[in-house]
């Protein structure tokens, strides 16, 4: 594609998605919400996507009670979309997940530790981080892996890292209920990561999109696409809600991560610029191409 703006296209696309929550035997969340019909609304979004995503990050809590069922239908819807955009699929665990089932059911292993991985896309390193406690709905990282990150990172990737894991390290101001479920000890993961090439941590578990920086390392968590986290309830410590179901589209450049929350629910559309002034705009000199939409008295904007 041309490029239009001030900046080349993005170097890396990367999907990132988070607590889909799906449950065996295609039952209801809570009675009432459909967690694999939302799924399949996330995939469609994502095929409309341009230019396609290199990888989809799923950033934990991928199935609601570790049931088998529940990864086989996440594997069979997620894998054949992906395979159709040409990106790989970075499964994180989540507190919900079990380790065992999840390693079975999404790598076809046995291995029932931690669920530590790493992952490459021209040049970009994504490693997934497992912060589950079993037993528990708080996150953690031991010793062990930590050290563990600490090789991987010591050799820096082409084009830098992302980290993948499923309890974000950063403050809670909206939602303090989550503050009793957080990532434990998370000045162990910044001494870690901090002078290496991690350029991004993709996170989980509020299911709301939020921001922060972490050791200076710019952090972004997707919202579920299960049911969300009203981040301003009346009258509840915590509320759930089926509406505002989305992902967030990460783009890689050379010196910065562009963020972009995508909604699994399109809008009623309420104004339009059709596809062949696109088509146009690519035929045209750049010069010209950008007097058609800057002009107020242009075609583009009348």
């Known amino acids: 594609m041309k490029q239009l703006g001030q900046y080349a296209a993005a170097r890396h696309a990367v999907a990132h998605l988070s607590d889909p929550h799906l449950i065996g ?14 799924l399949r609304r996330a995939m469609d979004r994502l095929a409309a996507v341009r230019p396609a995503p290199q990888a989809l990050v799923f950033t934990g809590d991928l199935a609601d009670r570790a049931e088998p069922d ?20 970075v499964w994180t665990m989540g507190n919900h997940d079990e380790r065992g089932p999840f390693a079975r059911g999404l790598f076809d292993s046995d291995d029932d530790g931690f669920q530590d991985r790493v992952h490459h896309i021209d040049g970009l390193r994504i490693v997934a981080l497992d912060t589950s406690v079993p037993g528990y709905h708080h996150g953690d990282l031991r010793p062990e892996q930590l050290a563990w990150l ?21 403050p809670l101001p909206m939602i303090r209920a989550a503050e ?16 290496t090439d991690v350029r991004g941590i993709l996170a989980g578990h509020l299911h709301l999109t939020t921001w922060s920086t972490f050791a200076g390392v710019p952090v972004s968590v997707a919202s579920a696409s299960c049911y969300t986290t009203d981040p301003a309830p009346v009258d509840r410590f915590v509320s759930g809600v089926d509406a505002g179901q989305a992902f967030t589209m990460v783009h890689a450049y050379d010196d910065r991560l562009v963020h972009t929350l995508v909604p699994l629910e399109r809008g009623v559309e309420v104004s339009h610029v059709g596809s062949d002034i696109a088509e146009a705009v690519e035929a045209v000199p750049i010069d ?4 058609l939409a800057s002009s107020k008295t242009s075609q583009f904007n009348n």
């Open 70 to 89: 529940a990864y086989a239908v996440l594997r069979s819807i997620v894998e054949p979309a992906a395979a159709e955009m040409g990106a790989i699929v």
């Open 150 to 170: 600490a090789e991987v990172l010591s050799t820096p990737a082409e084009h830098g890292t992302l980290l993948a894991m499923h309890h974000p390290p950063l």
């Open 180 to 195: 009793l479920i957080e990532l434990h000890d998370q000045q162990a993961l910044a001494d870690v990561i901090a002078g």
């Open 288 to 291: 010209q191409a950008r007097e």
């Open 25 to 38: 035997g295609g039952g209801l969340h809570y009675g009432v919400i459909d967690n694999v019909a939302h």
